[in-house]
């Protein structure tokens, strides 16, 4: 893919966490350029670098330090949006942006599970984009609506899909132990996690189970079907920077031997040879060492955008047992959205 | 239960963790009074406060600063001995001492799971202790085994047995976050845990499956046949001091409605009227609040004795789902060791 | 000093970190009961219970938890109000309470440094209380105001005033590390300290500086004339949840051996003899093993209300460094409060 | 520069802490290509990725996985030898690689303090390689020692030099809060730091005194003459993975204001035009905002290798204060080493 010039992309809630690392993530990006940028009230009309406080450890880029806030309006805004807001206000603006013409790819969970909106992992699901196609402001605008899962989702179902794909899945089993910059800034008060596990994090079991088993679903007409398997979660907080780690148990419906449940990760590959700049050259990796996967040690693997699996065993209940970790706000969050932009930019998708 | 003097009790393994639990909870004790301290060879000879490097919060009392710690032998030893040693040296020193008429009560694993060992928690399986009887030692010298369970099984078991006895179990499903304190001093090296999951512990998924149905199993004849119930575990460490929580599936035999489940936890009362002084009063214990427990806000209720539950749901899977949190170094070993030796005091099983 | 009825007493702030140790400490306090609780309007009207997220380790107590939240208005309010509020709501709230004829007792910082306000600790200026007589209130409706210093300040102060008493004090330089409670809640975010040092606390090191200087000034007349030191303070935010760490070095007037210093920590018992149920038997207390005080280990000496200092050596640049430890929310603040009122009751300056 | 070939690197102490950071950072070094590995007795013989339990978030290489760790013997070993040993293994093993013809640059503390071998930092006194002259080795075989060092001085030296140069420096007094990275693995048990601070790094306070007066002292004849300031240390480690923060306060000889201060750090570059690869652009860098640095956020600048200041504010006792940040294993450490050998190699001193 060679281009003259670059995507503009503009920001929805550029000031929050996600919103930070869209813009560490983008800088150098080969097709995308942010032009807009935009997040409350209280932030338009500063500068970037006054209305941020920047936390991440690399530096805010000068240019970005730069740029005015402008107000989260249509008007003014390039056609092509990364939004990651909270969910009230995700779904009182992104259907005006989406009304506006624009593309509007979020991370936001307010339309996640709505029947015409794709919720799309590119290594797992990009089919389902053909949804955008039912939707109203398609066919009137041109915009339309695409979301990424919850961070606490992606790392299940990259883990689970080489495995479904093959064997099938009846029964999934999942505990989560996740990072703080999952929750936002400021987020999870200090006094809530050191030395400390928060065993409830709001609408998060919810979440994971209804995405997982639609972004596992099959678009059938006009709509996912979603995979008709059985799932729990639970969802804890732990006093980890970043990386989410889960504990997953399964049961598939053909039996599967270790060995090929082991080639099942190895050989996943879909997006080999599309070129995406963002996608891992192995999306699923397997750590052999017996206490691995850990947050500190494996989150960047694939500079972020892999997900780790590790100590596969049988388990006393279900068939499988497993621990899989990703790193919650680049694979979990910015950089599943920057990956959907790609793969919709790769399939002549996006405006500039 | 009144007494002239107290039980004088030898503790193997002194300077460890556990050790220093026992040390810290027995001072002050109306039954048991520490009169003889040993570790490894290291440590003998010296005065404790030497030997020890004291990691509580409460002071060193300073009679037991100023004790020798003897030679890991019977003789000159007490007749009753709390032991925490590594397995490996249990299994060879444990036999000794009850071989020479010792009243052994171990919190280590070497012998939990051995057919002639009681393996107790006084809440949910006294009877079980009726085992010492088929231990040769007791013939012959007097001297016997006790042990207690792991760290992570009595959380896991206390909330379970309240179930079980009115529901019954069918499949139990848990997953741990397990505090650093669990794996002594050094044990975990801070490089592994500041802002990580280590998802491994060595057999630790092991001996929480099998000692939870030994727990929950019928003593018939002259053994124990555990649970018939099927489990499965996943064990991980994270940053937290003390105190274990878990993330529990269960199926019952029988149904039961969460206000049945509920009222099995809030009733479960076994010692009653025992007056063990270890014994808390309300050892399963509800909260109601929907992100608890939380190791640091619930692992001291009951001085550290009870077991808090929470977030009773159901499960996706099973039937219910809920996190039980125990304090891992007092519930889950040294108060495990001492409750086990007051209960077999209040049955006169203990000489002085 | 026997009494037939408890004092009243009001707490302005309950709902706060500081407002939650005031009630944790008050429980079965010999001299005072709590019967009025006041907070922001947001909570006025609730059930503390409903109104307050509880974050300490012991339960909330039932009685506390059933009582209605109060307006925060001098009508209704017992006459004596320990308060702990934001500096800008206590400037403008506890003269009229003071006004209104109450004992304000205060751990706000608003007018810690008002020339007629004693800034007191037991322990080091209790003459200073005399201050509260040259306050309008006091002649007018009987009410006054007295102040307990910042919670780094007073584990700097009480390892300094036994010094100063007997060798004088030229020059202090003192590096904190403080817990997060020392913050509120939710205070501090999760993501700005967990792996971090923030080397910064607005507006503590000046506190600390001139509240150093008046604590162990003298009173002369209307007023009290600062220590004239020179202090420079280092202000930090480390991943502990309670105890400041503070590492000081001093010059002293005249010379002054190990021995002496030793000495002068040892001998320091100002209040003996008083019975004040708060005060700690040995207020400093030196730990002679070389790497402590550490806050995990030594925040609870005195329950809490001791300064453990350890470390004393020959510095570079000064005299004598050492470490200074003390815990923040008890000692540093709602203890101190606590105590300063079981002074004034001591010497009959509270009413019923 | 251009090379035909690399230079190659022999490592003892290769599978510790900073011998991964040496294989981490050397990969894809442009000049250097590690050759051989050593380690204890343990390792040698066994390839490296078996010896090692290799703790950074960067895969090990595979070329080096495969690399057979050898005996630590100067026989069969490159010319050249980073390394990084436990200071009573240095003191015996350096001399022997220097003997047989190897430059040693070490990382250990055992000869840092000896007349005629170089303590250098690059950037600060790079003339004082010039001692390697007056080593007995040189003349005899070639061979000599360098040291850089420890990883707590390096910061304050480079945030000190560029003010000493300008107005010279009479009195240092510092307080570190150190990452546990600095003391290896398994190091510090997470025991001991989490939710805690240690007050207490063994031998630290004394290196960090006497090595910052010798980097900043002056090659007179055939020795350096160390600066004459009076300077304390107080060192602290805390629950940080990597990256050791500093306050420090200074009294200059000539007076200097604030925006002097700036310009020194903002204008020192010694090594700009010689190209070193791992040579910071910047190597101190002014944070402007008033609570930086923080490890987490400014370890990494100058991909580790810059000191980060801030906080420049007057102070109460001496002329200034502020903050000082470094990577302790980066520039503190494993990139200190390997910036030595990249200015020996520049100057002709390194042989292939």
Redesign the interface.
Known sequence: MTMKTKYPIGILGATG?VGQRYIQLLENHPWFEIVWLAASDRSSGKTYGEAAKW?????LPDRIAHMTVSEADPRGAPKIIFASVDAAIAREMEPKFAEAGCAVLSNSSAFRMTPNVPLVIPEINADHLHLIEEQPWRKQSGGYMVTNPNCSTIGLVMALKPIEERFGLE???V?T?QA??GAG????????????????IGSEEEKM?AETLKLLGKLEGHAVTPLAA?????C?R????DGH?E?V?IKTVKPATREEILAAWAEYKPLAGRDLPFAPEQPVQFAPQ????????????GRGMAVTV??LRP????DW?F?ALSHNTVRGAAGATILNAELLASQGKLDR
């Open positions: 966490m936390r991440l450890d690399t530096p029964q999934i089993f505990t132990m703080v910059s800034y400021p987020g999870v008060a200090s006094m809530d996690i050191l030395g400390n596990v928060v065993p409830f189970e059985r799932i729990t979660a639970h804890n732990v006093a980890v920077e780690t504990c148990s017996n206490d691995r996967p850990q947050p500190r040690l494996d989150r960047n693997r590790g100590r388990c006393g209940l279900l047992k621990v």
